[in-house]
């Protein structure tokens, strides 16, 4: 499949473990911040998003905080499987210019290990 | 891939020709984007739409022009291409009321020779 990103930073888990993967921000005006999964060869995949007046939001598997002081944002992966694997991309989402705004994050590269 | 099909998945072509990639969805959204993703850029917006006939540019839109003539289809076009238009493209669909919410298609990898 097509490189996402030559050198994007990697972090190495073993399975079953919990994986935190970290994102810095840059807007404060962003109104919601999502979190894509980008398998190899294919497009980005919606994971989560939370809204920007939350600070927690739980999926299946997936929990993302938001912390607006330090504007950072994680997404947390319970008891990560090999499936996992993948780039992940934080996005910061505002209204401007007329339209929905995503403004993406370099990625990091999620490695699973048996 | 969110009911998107992209069209051609991959394509090989030379500078100054004219390319038209094609983004089809069975979502009936209004909105509909194109981007690129490069190593070192991350994606990037060229052009959006919000209806049939109504679309505008994003942040990359020089040397890509797109079209909307029904709902299901949006295309972009590269009217002469550059070797710096190599990438990999990708369309994506909202749905109402989440614009926030950006599903994406599989993609086309385009060279430019």
């Known amino acids: 499949g097509e490189s996402v990103g030559l050198h994007l930073p990697t972090l190495s888990v073993q399975e079953g473990d919990n994986s935190i993967i970290n994102c810095a921000y840059s807007?404060?005006?962003?109104?919601?911040f999502i979190w894509y999964k980008q398998e190899s060869g294919k497009g980005p995949q919606f994971i989560i998003d939370?809204?920007?007046?939350?600070d927690k939001r739980q999926g299946q598997r997936v929990t993302v905080l938001l912390n607006k002081t330090v504007k950072h944002l994680s997404l947390q992966i319970a008891a990560t499987q090999p499936g996992d694997s993948a780039v992940y991309f934080c996005?910061?989402?505002?209204?401007?210019?007329?339209?929905?705004?995503?403004?993406f994050g370099a990625g990091t590269r999620l490695a699973v290990h048996p | 891939d969110a009911g998107i099909t992209q069209s051609p998945r991959h394509k090989v072509t030379e500078t100054g020709t004219p390319v038209t990639l094609r983004c089809h969805q069975t979502?009936?959204?209004?909105?509909m984007y194109w981007y690129r993703q490069d190593p070192g850029h991350g994606l990037r917006l060229i052009h959006y739409?919000?209806?049939?006939?109504?679309?505008d540019k994003g942040e990359v839109s020089d040397g890509y022009s797109v079209s909307r003539s029904k709902t299901e289809d949006f295309l972009l076009t590269l009217e002469s291409a550059t070797s710096s238009q190599t990438s990999v493209y990708f369309c994506?669909?909202?749905?109402?009321?989440?614009?926030?919410?950006?599903?994406f298609g599989p993609g086309t990898r385009l060279t430019v020779t």
């Open positions: 807007n404060s005006a962003s109104d919601y």
């Open positions: 979502e009936n959204h209004r909105y």
């Open positions: 739409s919000y209806g049939v006939k109504d679309t």
């Open positions: 939370i809204r920007s007046n939350m």
């Open positions: 996005a910061e989402s505002m209204f401007s210019g007329g339209y929905n705004k995503l403004i």
């Open positions: 994506a669909i909202s749905p109402p009321g989440q614009r926030h919410e950006q599903y």
